[in-house]
T-cell receptor, first 110, second 114 residues
């Protein structure tokens, strides 16, 4: 059973701070990793993907992947109230399609 | 570009009725996925297709659920007969392939079975 673990939260951060969202996974053979954002009542929206160890930056978002430690994280710099949402970690492992975590709820306090 | 299109957006029906959910994937995408999302269980993969062929339906909860993809631009998820525990949001997603490509989600169908 391939598992993706996320702290359900809520993670509360003040406006302007860095939000750090973490995800661990069980299958060491996992290959590609995705972060989705889901606003309440809406569908998941892809915001980042990362395939290689290290950091990948896109605007205020940075994805970090450490395959040896089997974790992937998402940093959101200068957090805004509009970033308040549930963030889903997802990954490919073996021949299965995307496996999703249950998500971390982020609340950015103005 | 048009995204994944699902219909209806909302469905309220009585227990025992047949429910049909529809999905049009992004043009050019070869893979289509049906998910169900609830507070308790999160996002669950029900079934997925590659090139219109069902690849894995192990996530389909019961024989009451069935899915088809008659062509590259259309898929249906059917529940017959429906039960109150089927109430959830059902998402359709598509991607360029089943491997290592991100999935793009439709807006979902919010299903309520009374």
């Amino acid at each position: 059973q391939k598992e993706v673990e996320q702290n359900s939260g809520p993670l509360s951060v003040p406006e302007g701070a860095i939000a750090s969202l973490n995800c661990t996974y069980s299958d060491r053979g996992s290959q590609s990793f995705f972060w989705y954002r889901q606003y309440s009542g809406k569908s998941p929206e892809l915001i980042m993907f990362i395939y290689s160890n290290g950091d990948k930056e896109d605007g205020r978002f940075t994805a970090q992947l450490n395959k040896a430690s089997q974790y992937v994280s998402l940093l959101i710099r200068d957090s805004q109230p509009s970033d308040s949402a549930t963030y889903l970690c997802a990954l490919f492992s073996g021949n299965t399609p995307l496996v999703f975590g249950k998500g971390t709820r982020l609340s950015v306090i103005a | 570009d048009a995204g994944v299109i699902q219909s209806p957006r909302h469905e309220v029906t009585e227990m025992g009725q047949e429910v049909t959910l529809r999905c049009k994937p992004i043009s050019g995408h070869n893979s289509l996925f049906w998910y169900r999302q609830t507070m308790m269980r999160g996002l669950e993969l029900l079934i997925y297709f590659n090139n219109n062929v069902p690849i894995d339906d192990s996530g389909m909860p019961e024989d009451r659920f069935s899915a088809k993809m008659p062509n590259a631009s259309f898929s249906t998820l059917k529940i017959q007969p429906s039960e109150p525990r089927d109430s959830a949001v059902y998402f359709c997603a598509s991607s360029e392939s089943t491997r290592n490509q991100p999935q793009h989600f439709g807006d979902g169908t919010r299903l309520s079975i009374l």
